[in-house]
C-alpha cells in the first residue's frame, strides 16, 4: 500500500466515522495534530514506555512491530498479538506520533493532495542542503 492509498483509507474512515459531517478547517486541523505531538511530549516526560496495549485491569508494555495486522490483503507489522486479538487500545508515545501522522494524512486525502510526491520531493531537495543548515543549534 502507497502513502496515498494509506492516506485515502484513513480518510474514508474518518468520514465514515462522523468526522467530516461539517467541512473542517485547516486551523482546527493544524490545532489537532499540534495536540497529538503535545500527547507524545508528555509521554516522553512522563518516561512512559515507547508503547503498550491494555485496559484498565490489565496491560502489556511491548516493543513495537512483533505481530502482524492485515490490511486490503496485505500483511504489516502490528505492535502486539493482544491489541488485536482482544481489541485493547494502543497508548503511548509512539501512537500519539500515528495519530498525528493519521491526522495529517486525513486532512491530505480530504484536499485531493498528492502526498507521497510531496514528502519525495521534500526528502530529494533536504539531501541536497549542506550539513546543519541555516546554522541554528537545533
Not at 31 to 45: G, K, P
Not at 100 to 110: E, F, N, P, Q, V
Request: hydrophobic content about 35%; aromatic content about 8%; charged content about 30%.
Amino acid at each position: 500500500m502507497n502513502i496515498n492509498a494509506l492516506a485515502q483509507e484513513i480518510h474514508e474512515n474518518a468520514v465514515n466515522h462522523g468526522w467530516w459531517d461539517e467541512p473542517r478547517r485547516f486551523p482546527e486541523i493544524a490545532a489537532l495534530i499540534h495536540s497529538e505531538i503535545s500527547e507524545a511530549l508528555e509521554e516522553y516526560r512522563d518516561g512512559k514506555p515507547m508503547m503498550y496495549c491494555g485496559s484498565q485491569s490489565k496491560e502489556c508494555e511491548i516493543a513495537p512491530f512483533t505481530g502482524k495486522i492485515e490490511i486490503n490483503g496485505k500483511e504489516y507489522n502490528s505492535p502486539c498479538p493482544a491489541c488485536e486479538s482482544e481489541n485493547r487500545k494502543p497508548e503511548r508515545l509512539a501512537v500519539e506520533l500515528a495519530d498525528a501522522i493519521i491526522r495529517i494524512l486525513d486532512y491530505t486525502a480530504s484536499e485531493g493532495i498528492d502526498i507521497e510526491a510531496v514528502i519525495i520531493a521534500k526528502h530529494a531537495y533536504n539531501k541536497t542542503r549542506p550539513y546543519r543548515h541555516g546554522g541554528k543549534k537545533a
